[in-house]
């Protein structure tokens, strides 16, 4: 994935930092959360989130949801790496209304 397709987010939540990291989609220009961390500032956030990057395909499963956008015509495919499903959907839907999104399907990929 390109840097350009990264997006990292800090905020101050609580005296603490948090950080998210988006990637978006260059097919179709969407915006997903892959993970966040918080910290005490921002170095120890992103501390935190590259041994998150280097270790979560050995730690989280792996799902593919078929989703459309409002308005659209066109069936989307997209991957996430999630505990379980609904931590899955949340990183579908962050940052956006649930309503703008109609997911058709959600399945649990096998281990390969």
Same mark, same amino acid.
């Given at each position: 994935? =390109?840097?350009?397709? $990264?997006?990292?987010?800090? +905020? &101050?939540?609580?005296?603490? #930092?948090?950080?998210? &990291?988006? #990637?978006?989609?260059? +097919?179709? *220009? ?5 993970? =966040?961390? #918080?910290?005490?500032?921002? $170095? ?5 989130? $590259?041994? !998150?990057?280097?270790? /979560? +395909?050995?730690?989280? =499963?792996? /799902? ?10 066109? &069936?989307?495919? *997209? ?6 499903? !609904? ?5 579908? !839907? ?7 999104? #109609? ?8 281990? =390969?």
């Amino acid at each position: 994935m =390109s840097g350009g397709n $990264l997006l990292f987010e800090f +905020r &101050l939540i609580d005296h603490k #930092t948090r950080l998210d &990291l988006i #990637t978006v989609n260059p +097919r179709h *220009s969407q915006s997903f959360l892959l993970h =966040s961390e #918080t910290g005490y500032d921002r $170095l120890d956030a992103l501390r935190k989130m $590259l041994a !998150y990057v280097q270790r /979560y +395909r050995d730690q989280e =499963s792996s /799902y593919t949801i078929q989703w459309m956008a409002r308005n659209d015509k066109e &069936l989307n495919t *997209s991957y996430f790496r999630a505990r379980h499903m !609904y931590e899955a959907l949340d990183k579908l !839907y962050f940052g956006r209304d649930m309503n703008t999104i #109609t997911v058709f399907s959600i399945v649990l990929n096998p281990v =390969s």
